[in-house]
């Protein structure tokens, strides 16, 4: 008697827990919702990308040609990644632009972390998977090219030929600009949720104030502190100038370790995470 009140119990607890994982994630309902984002707005979506990689790619020839491969690269990849997600975060939430499409966004029938979700895999998945496959074909094509132009005769071929390589997914250049890309599009679809009209401009000129806001106090009191400063990299290190020489202050290991884990690791999930409470907000 016990074991059929137990298996009846334990039957119904499975089909509360299947009620509740159908109301919060469906694949289908979320495969749909997916496709419908992406296909509602093709120029928004695929054009604006498609403008990105462009201007990516006349950057790093313009770079490479009047400066050095090195900084055609690391450039061409910070404002790729960091900067064409920014933008393309900004049009994951502009339903709400106006009442009427916001509203009509809202009684979709699919869940608050389905809609999540979807700007989440579009803006933190999808996009820079293809960025990265689009920047190794343009990267590895401009090597190419530059190492089939040499002449294996010349003097110092070699030295030329290993001067440019092929840009490093695993460099530090590449490692620094990883967590920027999480923070900034974080930033930007909270952004979007609460800027209903521009919004792009809007976090831009937020972020700007915000980072020269904050490499203007640490600045100032890096100059109470010492005399002849040069610069002073927020929550990393301050350059001191020595008569002709420079000389860097650095945090202490006991410090910078645990601001560096939450930048790279805490910030991004606060943001995306308040993403996701925001638009739940919207509801009412």
Not at 31 to 58: A, C, N, R, V, Y
Request: glycine letters at 6%; hydrophobic letters at 55%; a positive charge.
């Amino acid at each position: 008697m016990q074991l059929r009140r137990s298996q009846s119990l334990q039957r119904q607890f499975l089909k509360i827990k299947t009620s509740i994982m159908n109301n919060t994630f469906n694949a289908k309902r979320f495969g749909l919702l997916f496709k419908k984002t992406l296909l509602e707005k093709p120029m928004q979506m695929f054009g604006f990308t498609g403008l990105i990689f462009l201007f990516i790619l006349i950057l790093y020839y313009l770079m490479k040609t009047f400066a050095t491969f090195q900084a055609a690269q690391n450039i061409s990849f910070l404002w790729g990644l960091v900067g064409g997600d920014f933008v393309l975060a900004s049009f994951m939430f502009n339903y709400f632009s106006s009442t009427a499409n916001g509203s009509s966004y809202l009684t979709l029938p699919v869940s608050n972390f389905e809609r999540w979700l979807c700007a989440v895999v579009i803006a933190g998945i999808l996009y820079p998977l293809v960025f990265l496959i689009f920047y190794r074909i343009m990267d590895a094509s401009f090597v190419a090219a530059y190492h089939n132009s040499l002449d294996p005769n010349a003097p110092f071929y070699k030295i030329r030929y290993d001067a440019v390589y092929l840009f490093a997914f695993n460099g530090r250049i590449a490692r620094l600009c990883y967590p920027m890309f999480l923070v900034f599009s974080g930033i930007m679809l909270i952004g979007s949720l609460y800027f209903n009209k521009i919004a792009l401009v809007k976090v831009a000129l937020f972020i700007c104030i915000l980072c020269f806001g904050i490499y203007g106090l640490n600045y100032l009191f890096a100059d109470l502190m010492f005399n002849n400063i040069d610069d002073a990299f927020p929550f990393q290190h301050v350059t001191i100038l020595v008569g002709k020489e420079t000389g860097a202050v650095e945090l202490p290991k006991n410090v910078h370790d645990p601001i560096w884990y939450f930048i790279n690791f805490v910030l991004p999930v606060i943001l995306w995470g308040v993403a996701f409470i925001r638009l739940r907000e919207k509801e009412f």
